[in-house]
């Protein structure tokens, strides 16, 4: 099958994507000690995948205690922030884009990891079956997260001001713009979802009322670097981290309809397989005719399903995880129509450069 769609260039606010693959989001675990600095080796690996269409970097914490696995990069220190340079200056002299996503982890999260104190999340109520990712005096381990407190009205300001903060820092390192992580049953998608925000202030309740902490990043993320350079990343009927919704229709289509009206980059659905099949798709068409701007899909694709969904109009990109973490050169093997090469399960999280920046492209 030709593959005519993936490679036709896309615009992106004020970016031309030369084709419409995109790096997803993926935790590699492999930031600097001590203070989970960026590092020339994590900026050697964003380099190697330049050739997709748009990178977004790994989940990133935008303030302190906002962290819920070991070794996961942050951009509110000054060492995190100057580490981030050597990335973005390394993508773009390869000839790239990359958004940084930034997220606050909420829930999924251990006192070990927050210097004893509880983690925060729209109510207290333990995520079902999630793990955090602890390093003590007992090692490196996951464990289960703890139960939460929940935030106090007073406290969500400052939450808002870590993401603005954390999306000017990008911009100011030179990031091409930020995804903000609603997804995957982290805060913002802790909040906008009915399982896991029973509040009954301003932030819980209704649709709009757990739609309002979201919106209200967006839109300090958006005052603060330009709507434009703002994507969003949403993941409909994701059980992932012992998540649920009571009308996830309902819930999604209105998030749909909010974000359309801001004028963003892009919006990101992620499909975690979870859902009945027939109710994915019916989501994700609603979403589709409520949000008219640019619209990137993840989950299980590959070179012909991702054409297959360009070309009958269910997105606009597609991102590609796995596959790129042992394929820095997954465009051109697409071209090609080559062989991928076999991912190392056991070097995906943590670790130095084997099974990072070490697998082979087709030219070598
Ligand atoms: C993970 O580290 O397991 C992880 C991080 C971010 C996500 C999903 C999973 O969005």
């Known amino acids: 099958m030709s593959l005519d769609k993936l490679f036709t260039p896309c615009a992106l606010g004020a970016l031309t994507l030369p084709n419409r693959i995109v790096m997803a989001p993926m935790t590699r675990s492999r930031a600097g000690q001590p203070g989970d600095v960026p590092t020339a080796m994590n900026a050697t690996y964003y380099a ?36 981030w340079r050597l990335v973005t200056d390394a993508v773009h002299a390869a000839g790239g884009r990359i958004f940084l996503q930034i997220w606050h982890v909420g829930r999924i999260s251990h006192p070990a990891l927050l210097g004893g104190v509880v983690p925060m999340a729209p109510s207290a109520i333990a995520a079902e079956g999630a793990t955090a ?66 509040r009954s202030d301003a932030y819980g309740g209704s649709v709009e009322k757990r739609a309002r902490l979201l919106l209200e990043v967006v839109d300090a993320v958006s005052a603060a670097i330009g709507a434009e350079r703002t994507g969003v990343r949403l993941s409909p009927l994701g059980r992932f981290n012992g998540m649920s919704d009571d009308d996830p229709l309902a819930t999604f289509a209105y998030a749909a309809t909010e974000l359309d009206r801001r ?4 919006l990101h659905l992620n499909d975690q397989g979870s859902g009945e099949p027939a109710q994915k798709d019916a989501i994700w068409a609603e979403i589709r005719r409520r ?74």
């Not at 004028?263 to 892009?266: C, E, P, Q, S």
């Not at 394929?327 to 130095?352: C, F, H, K, M, Q």
């Open 291 to 364: 949000y008219r701007g640019t619209l990137i899909l993840c989950g299980g694709y590959d070179a012909d399903s991702a054409e297959a969904a360009i070309a009958s109009g269910q997105a606009d990109l597609i991102a590609f995880g796995r596959p790129y973490i042992a394929n820095p050169d997954l465009v051109e093997r697409y071209r090609r129509g080559a062989a991928l090469n076999p991912t190392d399960e056991a070097s995906i999280y943590g670790g130095a450069e084997h099974g990072y920046i070490d697998y082979p492209a087709l030219a070598d």
């Open 48 to 83: 190697q995948r330049a050739s997709a269409g748009l990178i977004v970097t790994e989940a990133t914490q935008v303030m302190d205690k906002a962290q819920g696995y070991a070794w996961t990069p942050g951009i509110f220190t000054a060492e995190q922030i100057a580490g």
């Open 263 to 266: 004028g963003l980059a892009y």
């Open 133 to 198: 990712f602890i390093v003590d005096e007992q090692g490196p381990r996951h464990v289960p997260t703890a139960t939460p407190q929940a935030l106090a009205l007073t406290e969500i300001p400052t939450i808002i001001d870590g993401f603005a903060q954390a999306a000017r820092n990008a911009v100011a390192v030179g990031f091409d713009g930020v995804e903000v992580h609603g997804a995957n049953g982290y805060l913002l998608d802790q909040f906008l979802e009915s399982g896991s925000n029973q």
